[in-house]
């Protein structure tokens, strides 16, 4: 079991560009969230996708939007880059409710916006 | 709003000190309480996790913490360090069920010779 992939480990982008991040959930699991991590912070919950579908939100701009497919796995899209957007991205996916719950993170995109 | 409170931003224990890592929450009723660690630009690992029960958690590497309702705290506990510890560590709680996850700032753990 490969757990959490995320593509790509780095990316440099410029202000203004789009970027999209990529996540692939460890198997067995349908629920993908996203998180991002300032530098010296703790990660902050974007959103989180099941059944295809954007099920909660936290408090980011409509700039940042994701999908989920049919095999579960998950882009994180990023439009109108701010220097402040800078962080790393980092991915979690959890198992259907009822079983043993526990979120796993993949190893994140580091992002750079110049 | 939940929140996660975690005091010490930096703690430097000698290796085979014991530690302890201070996590205060607010939330109305019982949420689900984690601890993560994080390596330098890795991703976060579970440490151990509280849903319910006994209020006493072990978890890897030798980690335990305990949940005290009273006080609010998840505090994270380890009898000796080893210098492997060395890393971020994160507390985190859970509205429960709905998997998003609220994380304190952090607390850096530095393990000396």
């Known amino acids: 079991d490969a757990g959490v992939t995320q593509s790509p480990t780095h990316l440099i982008k410029t202000r203004g560009q789009q970027v999209t991040l990529r996540c692939s959930p460890k198997?067995?699991?349908?629920?993908v969230s996203w998180y991002q991590q300032a530098l010296g912070q703790g990660p902050q919950f974007i959103f989180q996708y099941y059944e295809e579908e954007e099920r909660q939100r936290g408090n980011f701009p409509d700039r940042f939007s994701g999908h989920q497919f049919p095999n579960y796995s998950s882009e994180l899209n990023v439009n109108a880059l701010l220097l402040g957007d800078s962080a790393l991205y980092l991915c979690?996916?959890?198992?259907?409710?009822?079983?043993?719950?526990?979120?796993?993170f993949g190893p994140g995109t580091r992002l750079t916006v110049t | 709003a939940q929140s996660v409170t975690q005091p010490d931003i930096h703690i430097t224990v000698s290796e085979g000190a014991s530690l302890e890592l201070r996590c205060n929450y607010s939330?109305?009723?019982?949420?689900?309480l984690f601890w993560y660690v994080q390596s330098p630009g890795q991703g976060l690992q579970l440490l151990l996790k509280y849903f319910s029960g006994d209020t006493l958690v072990q978890g890897i590497k030798g980690f335990e913490a305990e949940f005290k309702r009273s006080q609010s705290s998840f505090n994270l506990r380890k009898p000796s360090v080893h210098w492997s510890d060395a890393a971020e560590y994160f507390c985190a709680v859970e509205d429960t069920g709905r998997r998003a996850l609220t994380f304190g700032s952090g607390t850096r753990l530095q393990v000396q010779p």
């Open positions: 979690a996916s959890s198992p259907p409710m009822g079983t043993n719950y526990e979120q796993y």
């Open positions: 198997s067995g699991h349908d629920t």
């Open positions: 939330y109305g009723a019982t949420p689900y």
